[in-house]
Structures are given as structure tokens and as C-alpha cells.
């Protein structure tokens, strides 16, 4: 199938690939009712609780989740039994498709979209069961509808987050796929139409048509689903159409699945060119078996006649045999080819090819986004503690606010471990520890006692947000980045104050709010819930002064006043309030803000996307699995599910540096500024992301780009 960014050129996106940018999502968000993207005029996506009406029932929208192959997934139920269900919406925009086009193939997806077995039987043979197939009779839209809640990911997204599978994993999914092409390939199967054919082909097998499940036992099942019979018909017309597959071609896809799988990536790390299986450098040598196996099934070998005779092949395969050298694979082509030609003559060639296809793809390619080039910055980092170079002897005290944000970080838990046990002795063949020490300021409205300790020299070096009154005797360098969260109740999606606010606030109605200008949240918008204002502010003294400094710019009056009226409570205290009231039935009027690491992981309170002045309202936390910024429909008790998005975070208005802070003494030994160093390796960066910190720079396990499919 042609790249997803070569699709819909006729809609000028700024992600250049309009199916998987968040900007339609947005936009369904903030306008009630809007059918098309602000910024290109792309459909937008379907609104919440939003209803489809099919021939065997109609279906209400619960949330949006993401993108999969050409279409839009969300999860919903059938309104009449309460079942759940997933919607994949598929488009047939009007700038890429006519409408003797649109009304072609919404015919004929009513007609193919979806299988079953012709006798009726029910049968699991890992295929994913559809209920309907529904197309929009006036607008551009076609729906998929199908059965109960898929699993939870696919091929493509667990090699990024688990990497590569064991040869005896890869087996396990080579056996079960292929029973379920041989199930595809020989069963009398039913379409929508009540037709009935003998086999059909997949057409369609890849890392992200192919989904996972993965049980408490570590035992798992995949399935495969989006059929290209149906999921071509939203190829837009001016791309190339795929031909019709053919049996052997799904053997083949299943078999490169398998090579992907057992690799642990889909391209060469060091062209960033996809793969290439004929490169026997690129292999394991861990199961020769296997690899002759998959050799045969990608055609490199002598091919299987069929998946059932491959998958008889497969369950007679002798165990892996850890590499056994005196088996070397290669296909027959390149036998003949070492016979025909002499090397230097292969290499003059292959060389020559890829120039050729290099300039291709320059050419063809300007806009698409460069994956690379997003993590320059991190690939110019020391990789680790161990190659900091020139670290000093002896043992060195530093210091922090006693509840600032890094004597907090200090005590989470990482990798096994606490940061503070990890930071203690980073390098092992070193003789330098770094012990932290916090200190107490007596003047709320001047915490930075922790400064004063390092100019005095009672300590070696100090990390804070607040240097604004740093002698010329100090030097600092940032290491992180740290931030406010402001949150409110959202446990009730029904009626709470993170949906009715939009999911967002201004940096002026937060002045208003925490200087007693406004007590009730109609003030802000009559149809915001009648409430009292409940304004809360955390305990930590270095969040008050960032607050201060960025909300209410230091302006005396407004300090007073925020002092005043404004009730200081513990972050977790203010959460189980939230919980507390939430559960007596009572709509809460609470709002706080937290620093990141206290607020981000937690269910209770709604943090909200900040809006300064005339910008646009900037949400830093964003959704793993669609790669958007959160929405009040998300669901944040799954904690593995969002993240920091480091590029959004560095224009997040709440957003402010952590430095390190430390003597420009040339007499005194540098543990400060090595310390940073330390702190400013990928390993270092890390460590921080971990804990709650935002590292400096986007890292390769944050695949956030709405371009980019795989970054080594």
C-alpha cells in the first residue's frame, strides 16, 4: 500500500498527512458540530455521542481513539443492548473522490465490508467479526462496525514499545497466522450481501493490520483484521491502486511480519532504509530453522504451495538451535548472481542503484517530515554516566528547597530503583558522590535559601527554578524543564467542569480566580455550572513563586490578595477532596494547579490546556496511542497511556526551567557543573522523563510526530 502521507494532497495540512494530524480532532472538540478542519477543511472527526444508524441497529460514539490503517477508530456501544463496539470510519473526501467515485464505492463496501463463515458457525479463528458494514447515505463517510472491544494494540505499536520478540514468540505467531490464512484461504465465507465465495486473500498483512492481545501469562493471540477488499476502496483514485492480491502474497507479508518481529525494527539503522531480508548481516543467529523457514514463506526459498502445507512445516520445524553456524542461508537468486558477476562489479552496481534511489526519493519527497532530524539534538548527547569525561574526586553536598520539586523527584521510583540511589555515585569507577541535602526557607516570598547556601560555600552546588537573584559569583545550567498543571474534577464525564470549561482556562481567569475576582464559575460563562469557585494552592514554596511569576507577574497587589483568600493544601490532600466530595454526588467547584510530577499520573483532577492571551490553548500532555494532546473523554486512570510531549511543552505557557546552579570558583572543584553534564546525558535525560521532569530535547522513545513511523 502506498505511504498514509502520499494520500489527500488535496488538503494542504500542516502534518502533510491530514488522516493521522490532531488539528480535525481539535476542531470537533472546540465547535459543536463542525464537519471539517479549521486549518485544511479535512473532515473532521465525530463528535461524542454521536449516532450511526445501520440496518441492524444504531451505534452512539463513546470516544475517539485513533487512526489505523485508512480509517478513523472509535470505541461506542449499540444503542438497543448496550453492547460495545468499535467503529472504524472510513473517508471518501470530496476534493479526492467525484461522486460517481463516492457512490461506487460506498456501494460496494456496503457489499464486502466484512466476513463470515457461510454456514453461519461461529468460530475463532483470530479475525476480527464484524457486525455491519454502513455507508452515509449524504455525507463522504463509510463505518465498519465491529464486535466487542479489540485488543489492545497492534504488531507495529508493540515493536516500538517492547522491541523484539524471541525466536520462539515469532513461531507462536507465524502458527497462529497461518491457521488463520488457511482458515481465510479455503472456508466458504459469507460478505454482507449474502454472497458466498470459496477463500478469499487478505491482501492486506502488515505490523499495523495485525493486532495483539497479550494475557496476564505472558501467553498472547493476534488477529488480523482490515481486509484490503474493503480497505482499498478509500485509496484515493489518483494513487496507484494496489492489484489484486493473490494467496502466496499473503505468505509473503506474513513471513515479513515475522522478520520485523524477530529483528525488533522495520528499517536499517544505519541508511534508515526499510529492511531488506536479503542482507543475512541483518538476521539473528539464534534459530537457523526459523530463518529457513521464513527464507521459503517470503519466496527467497523454495516457496509453500499454501498456508495449510506452511503451517504443517512450521509445527515440524526442529527447535531453535542457538545459531548453528555450519547453516548458512542464502536465496538461489543471489547464488546465481555470484556466479554470473564478479563482486566489485555488484558493489559498482548496488552503489549506483542507491544513488539513484536516493535522488528518487529527494526529489518525490520534499515535504515529508524528516524523523531524523526531530532527534539531532539527542543524537549529539553523551550517551551515558560512564563517558562523562574528567570527574572529580571526593564528595560533594547539594541542595534543593526542602519541598521543591527535585527533592520530590528524588524520592521515585526508576528503573528498579530511586533517582536519589541512581544519582548518589552515577559513574561506578569513580571515586565522586553527590549527597543532597534540602534546606528550609523562612520567607515563603523568598525561597531560595538553597542559593544562599552555594554562594556562602556551606554547599557545593544547588538545582532550583528560581536564579533570578543568582550573584555574578554563580553560574547555572539548565538540565530540565519543570512546570505548573492546573486541574479541576472531571470524574463525572456527564456534567463536570473539565468538559463544560472546554477542557481548558486562560492565564487571566486563573489571575481572576486566585485573586478573589471571580467566586463562581458561571463568571467566567453562563453555562458553566452554577458553583462556588474552591481555589486551592499546593504547599510546595517554589510552585508558589512560579505561579506567582507567570500568573500573576509578580504585581504586589495580586500577591496579597492570593495569599489572602487563597487556601494552601497539600497536591494529594486536594485530590482526595476532589475524590471525596465527587463521591457523596456533589459537583465539585474545586480548581489547583501542581507541579508535573504530582499532577500528571493521577484520575481525580482534569488538568487543563492554558490559553495565554490570543494564542492557542497549549495541552502538554498528549495520548499515546492517537499521538494528540488529551481531551476530557480520555481516560487518565490509564497511566501508561500519556505523556509530556516535549515540543509542545517548550512554548507550555505554566513551563520554566531546572538549572543547576554552581560557583564560578575555578579554585573549587567542579562538581556542579559535572554534575550537569551528567544530567544532560541520555541517560540523564531519562532518568529525569521518568520522574516527572521534561527532558531538553525530544527522544527517539517518544514517537510523537504525526509523519514519522519508525526513528532508530
Known sequence: MPSFESFYQEYPCSYNSPLNCDRPFQTAQQIKGAKFCLECGFPATLPQEAQIKGNQGTYQIASFVGVRGLGRLYSGIQLKDKQPVIIKEYLLPNRCFNESETVKRKDTFKRVGGVSLADSRIQNFRLLETREAIADDKGERCYLIIKGIEPSQTLGKYLIEKGAMTSADVREVLNQGLQTLQFLHTQKLRFPSNQIQLGITHGNISLDSTLIKVENNQKFSIYFCDLAIWENLFIPPIIAQPAPARPEQDLESLGLVAFYLWIGRTTNLSSNQPLDPRDNQQWPDTDSHLKQFIYRLIRLETPFESAEAARQALLQLPKEDHGDSSVKLRSPASQVIKKRFPMPLILLGILALLLLSGGILYWLLPKKADCRNQYIQWSRLVRNFSEVPNVPSGQFTYTGEKDSTWSYALTQPVDKSRLVNLLTKPKPDATATFNYESVLSSNENNPIKSIQEVQTSKKDFAITSLVDQITDKLDKKQVASDGLLVFVAFNKRDSNLANALGGQITLEQLRQIYTGKITNWQQINPKLPNLPVKAFAPTEPEAISKFQEIVLKNVPQDEALFAAKVTKLDTTKTQNQIRSETLEGRTTGIIS????????????????????????????????????????????????????????????????????????????????????????????????????????????????????????
Open 593 to 712: 494547579f501542581g507541579i508535573i510530577s504530582k499532577t500528571w499520573k493521577q484520575c481525580t483532577g482534569y488538568p487543563l490546556a492554558i490559553v495565554d492571551g490570543k494564542k492557542s490553548a497549549s495541552q502538554p500532555l498528549f495520548q499515546r496511542r492517537s499521538r494528540r494532546s488529551i481531551n476530557p473523554s480520555d481516560d487518565l486512570c490509564q497511566h501508561d497511556d500519556y505523556y509530556v510531549d516535549v515540543t509542545t511543552f517548550q512554548s507550555y505557557p505554566l513551563g520554566y526551567p531546572i538549572f543547576v546552579v554552581y560557583p564560578k570558583d575555578s579554585s573549587r572543584l567542579r562538581g556542579g557543573s559535572t554534575f550537569a553534564e551528567m544530567l544532560t546525558t541520555r541517560q540523564g535525560q531519562y532518568l529525569l522523563s521518568k520522574v516527572g521532569l521534561v527532558a531538553l530535547q525530544p527522544m527517539p522513545d517518544e514517537i510523537n510526530s504525526y509523519a514519522c513511523k519508525s526513528v532508530p
